[in-house]
C-alpha cells in the first residue's frame, strides 16, 4: 500500500486520525481495485468528491463471490473464502500481503486478551479444517505457533484428547484458551461435564448446517451450565474483511481502532 498506508492503520490514537486514514484508504481502493472503480463509474461517484466517511460507498459484498475484488493484481499469495453456508455460494478474497492479515490479528487478540505467548490455544474448528481456504484457520495456527505452548494445537476428533488436556492444564493453573465453532462447542458440552471455571472458552459462530441453529443466549446458557463458568467469549470476523471482533460476554462485541 502506498506512504505507508498499510502501518498508519495500527498508529490510529483518535477519531480524527481514523477520518484521514479511512479517506486516504477509500482513493487508494478507488484508484487501484479495477472492480470498485468501476463500481464508483456506475453509481456516478467521483472520488475527489468524498470528503467524509460517512460519504464513502460500500461496495456490496455479493461481489466478493462473482468478482475478484482486489488491489495488488499479482497471481502470488493466498486465496480466503467463506464457509459456504448459505446457498448462493461462498465468497473469495484474494490476500497478496499475509504480514498485514498477521500484524492485524495479533495486535487484535492482545488488545483483548494480552500477550499470546501466556496462553496455551485449543482449537476446535472441524469443519473449517476439512476444507480448504479457511481465513479463521490461518489466523488460529498462526495463534497456536504464537503461543510456543506443547499442548496449543488443533482437537479434531480426538475428544478424549482435548478433555484430559483441559484438565490438565487446570490442575497447571495454565491460561488457556478454547476457541471452538459452536455445534462442537455444543457437542462437547452434552458429553462431558466439565469444570472449566478458569479457562477461556470462545466460540466463533453458527451450527454450519450440523445442528438447528439457536439464538446466542440460548448456547450461552448451556454452555455454561455444562462448563461451569459466568460468561462465554465470541469472536466474530469475515472472510471479505479479514476482520475480527470479540465479545468477553453477554454478546456485547467490540472492534480494534
Excluded: W
Excluded at 486465496?79 to 446457498?87: E, P, R
Excluded at 452434552?190 to 453458527?206: D, P, S
Excluded at 443466549?217 to 471482533?245: A, C, D, P, R
Amino acid at each position: 500500500m502506498i506512504d505507508n498506508l498499510d502501518l498508519d492503520i495500527f498508529n490510529i490514537c483518535n477519531v480524527d486520525d481514523f477520518h484521514e486514514i479511512a479517506l486516504k484508504i477509500f482513493r487508494y481502493q478507488a484508484q487501484t481495485n479495477n472492480v470498485y472503480k468501476d463500481y464508483l463509474t456506475h453509481i456516478n461517484i467521483n472520488p475527489v468528491d468524498i470528503n467524509s466517511i460517512n460519504k464513502i460507498p460500500f461496495l456490496p459484498i455479493e461481489f466478493f463471490k462473482t468478482h475478484k475484488v482486489r488491489c495488488n493484481q499479482s497471481t502470488n499469495g493466498i486465496i480466503f473464502t467463506s464457509s459456504g453456508t448459505s446457498k448462493e455460494g461462498v465468497s473469495k478474497h484474494y490476500v497478496s500481503d499475509l504480514s498485514l492479515y498477521e500484524l492485524s490479528f495479533i495486535k487484535t487478540f492482545e488488545l483483548f486478551y494480552g500477550d499470546i505467548s501466556q496462553y496455551c490455544i485449543l482449537a476446535l474448528l472441524p469443519n473449517y479444517l476439512e476444507r480448504k481456504g479457511s481465513s479463521l484457520v490461518y489466523m488460529t495456527k498462526k495463534f497456536i505457533e504464537k503461543t510456543k505452548h506443547p499442548n496449543s494445537d488443533f482437537y479434531l476428533y480426538d475428544t478424549e484428547k482435548l478433555v484430559s488436556t483441559l484438565i490438565d492444564l487446570k490442575q497447571k493453573n495454565q491460561k488457556t484458551i478454547l476457541i471452538g465453532v459452536t455445534y462442537a462447542l455444543l457437542d462437547l458440552a452434552e458429553n462431558y461435564k466439565l469444570n472449566l471455571e478458569n479457562v477461556i472458552v470462545i466460540e466463533t459462530g453458527g451450527m454450519k448446517g450440523k445442528r438447528k441453529e439457536i439464538i446466542r443466549k440460548e448456547l450461552h446458557s448451556k454452555l455454561k451450565k455444562s462448563f461451569n463458568f459466568s460468561n462465554i467469549h465470541s469472536e466474530y470476523g469475515m472472510t471479505e474483511m479479514l476482520s475480527q471482533s470479540y465479545s468477553k460476554g453477554n454478546g456485547q462485541f467490540l472492534c480494534p481502532p
